[in-house]
């Protein structure tokens, strides 16, 4: 008779165990690339603006230094072999999914009065989205604060152990 309830309890089992994967967000997958950073207009000298990309496990930064418009930004990104992957991550982990249902790309005033901005973009299957985030708070934007405090951190990380 034991012989008999090892496979229900195998199934059961099984079940239990794949039902943890329906849990799991759908949209909460990796992205193909995230390129975040901030930028500053009345500003002067290499730091105004600072874009860095997650991709490939790598991290990556823009060299062309140009101030982000409305349109996806076009940069030349060179690998930052100083920088991990670990390092880098927890902004992906730290990305609210609630951004996917912006319907504008400039979030706040980003940049108004000289205290800059962010952007942030993210490409999961091909499929590119990006941002224009303002650095102050502004109406609804508190489920970005998470994100955008992950972002100040890493940057200043970054920034604070470059060598180049």
Known sequence: MQWKAIPVWAGMACMLLSACDDDAKPDAQMPDYVIFGDYYGECGGNSCVDLYKIEGEKVYEDSKDSYPGSTVYSGQFTLRGDISFDQAKSVIDKFPEKL?????????????ADWGGYYVEISRNNARRFWLIDKHSFDGSDYLNDFKAEMEAKLTFFEKNSNQ
Do not use: V
């Open 100 to 112: 996917f249902d912006e319907t504008e790309i400039i979030l706040g005033m980003p940049d108004a």
